[in-house]
């Protein structure tokens, strides 16, 4: 079996492999070819600078247990070597066989963050989250759509400080992601949220935020923006907290509302080292 980087040119062969949208500009698309020269597996991986991440694997059903899935992760590990110190993978910590795949592989598990996937209209319902509304209502919260140049700067600045040079890559719906500005009309708090017309998930991929109560504010007006287009009704929220704000507000909800309506997982987390 051999590595092969997937390009436009033999995209086709390997499209089945890959999640939809394929590769972002931050990841390398890699494929796994049979000594027959057929697909038999691909991969999604990012970042080489000091570490690198595995963000998708995928292995077709009928070379699965004859160690492809092994094999393919060899192979990027060789060709990564030279590159970066580490490899690191995230995973939904519900996966099954994914624990015994990558420690047979040599990776050293943990347990991650919590994610989150809420339902929009029960969300809309609870008492929580007509207290978010009153604090949004105080706060001075927009669409990043309503900024003007000069507050998108700021935007922009602020993922910078919190998430470094990389921020520019987070995935966001300009319409429905919110930012609270103070009185120099500067961003100090901001939720970045996508959308997902296939999954009906809005995912809130990054929370930026200085204090509590900004990021209770944000929030608060994201659900006023999204309980005002009908076009949410039917859609849920996922997102990982790192804020010990909203982990609390999505614990007390639970115990407020049916609990198949806030689903809370946890994501596995690997990571192996490349050094010779």
């Not at 390009?7 to 089945?16: A, D, G, I, V, W």
């Not at 995230?90 to 795949?101: K, Q, R, V």
């Not at 429905?176 to 998930?201: E, G, M, N, Y």
């Not at 804020?243 to 609990?259: C, E, K, P, Q």
Request: overall charge negative; aromatic content about 8%; proline content about 3%.
């Amino acid at each position: 079996m051999k590595l092969t980087r997937i390009t436009k040119e033999n995209l086709e062969y390997f499209r089945m492999f890959l999640p939809p949208g394929h590769a972002t500009q931050d990841q390398e698309a890699l494929g796994l070819l049979t000594d027959d020269d057929i697909p038999c597996a691909a991969a999604l991986i990012s970042g080489t600078n000091g570490d690198a991440a595995l963000d998708w694997i995928f292995v077709h059903p009928n070379n699965r247990r004859q160690g492809a899935g092994s094999i393919l992760l060899e192979q990027i590990e060789n060709l990564l070597r030279k590159e970066t110190d580490s490899f690191s993978v995230a995973y939904p910590g519900e996966s099954a066989g994914l624990d015994d795949f990558f420690a047979a592989n040599g990776y050293l598990l943990t347990d991650g963050d919590a994610v989150y996937t809420l339902s929009l209209s029960e969300l809309q319902k609870g008492a929580e989250a007509r207290l978010l509304r009153k604090m949004s209502e105080k706060e001075s919260v927009s669409a990043l759509s309503a900024l003007d140049a000069s507050e998108k700067m700021s935007f922009l600045d602020l993922l910078v400080e919190e998430y470094g040079p990389d921020a520019h890559y987070f995935r966001c719906e300009p319409r429905i992601s919110v930012a609270k500005l103070d009185q120099k009309r500067r961003v100090s708090s901001a939720l970045l949220i996508a959308q997902d017309d296939v999954s009906k998930t809005l995912f809130l991929s990054a929370m930026v935020s200085k204090d509590k109560t900004s990021t209770m504010a944000v929030l608060g007006k994201a659900l006023r923006i999204t309980e005002d287009d009908p076009a949410f009704a039917d859609y849920r929220i996922q997102f990982v907290s790192g804020n010990g704000s909203i982990d609390n507000l999505i614990h007390a909800m639970s115990v407020h509302m049916d609990r198949k309506d806030i689903e809370i997982d946890y994501i596995r987390y690997g990571v192996k080292s490349l050094e010779e």
